[in-house]
């Protein structure tokens, strides 16, 4: 199976959310992106918005939490994940977000500065090695006080909050949408 690798170019268009798992820092926000097409009578048009829910994990996460601004324009790498799950009533739904590998302003629409981030400054395991190791530990800890999920539950996460709107654009993704199994 092939995944789907990006860079979208837009605009934060929600708050930043930040949470962590066990020890791990997960960062959150909502991005839109409006192509914009040209034509000929009328010049330059924007097109209808598509809307992102882009994760960052990790060290990128610090940084996106202490450098993002709702409505900064910015470039997103990553890929493409989608999540599927059975609501309680057995609907298939499914939840696909950006999983960022790289983040940065557009210099194309301003200016920034740049400042490197110390290790000691993010107070959170300096190796990938420790990471996976803490998420593991939280994991195993999460399974010990509750041995028997029900079938088909995913407890090894703490569930997310939802994402708040973003422009106040419609955003017909917001919530997860149902799919026929």
């Known amino acids: 199976m092939s995944e789907i690798y990006v860079n ?5 268009g929600s708050d930043v959310e930040y949470r962590l798992a066990g020890q ?29 829910t882009v994760e960052c994990w990790r060290s990128l996460a610090e940084n996106v939490k202490d450098s993002l601004i709702k409505g900064q324009p910015v470039v997103v790498v990553g890929k493409l994940k989608t999540t599927e799950w059975h609501d309680s009533g057995g609907t298939l739904r499914s939840r696909t977000v950006l999983d ?5 302003h557009d210099l194309s629409r301003g200016t920034a500065v740049f400042s490197k981030r110390t290790s000691h400054s993010t107070g959170h395991s300096t190796s990938l090695e420790e990471e ?3 998420l593991s ?3 195993d800890s999460q399974a010990e006080a509750n041995p028997f999920p029900p079938h088909g539950a995913d407890d090894s996460l703490p569930e997310a909050s939802p994402l708040p709107h973003g422009t106040g654009k419609a955003d017909p993704e ?8």
């Not at 979208?8 to 934060?12: E, F, T, Y």
């Open 8 to 12: 979208i170019q837009g605009r934060v």
């Open 24 to 52: 791990v820092p997960i960062a959150s926000f909502r991005l839109g992106s409006n192509p914009r097409q040209f034509v000929r009578d009328k010049g330059w048009i924007d097109r209808p918005t598509t809307w992102f």
């Open 100 to 104: 960022a590998s790289a983040i940065g």
């Open 132 to 134: 996976m190791r803490e």
């Open 137 to 139: 530990e939280y994991v």
């Open 174 to 181: 917001e919530e997860a949408t149902p799919r026929a199994a």
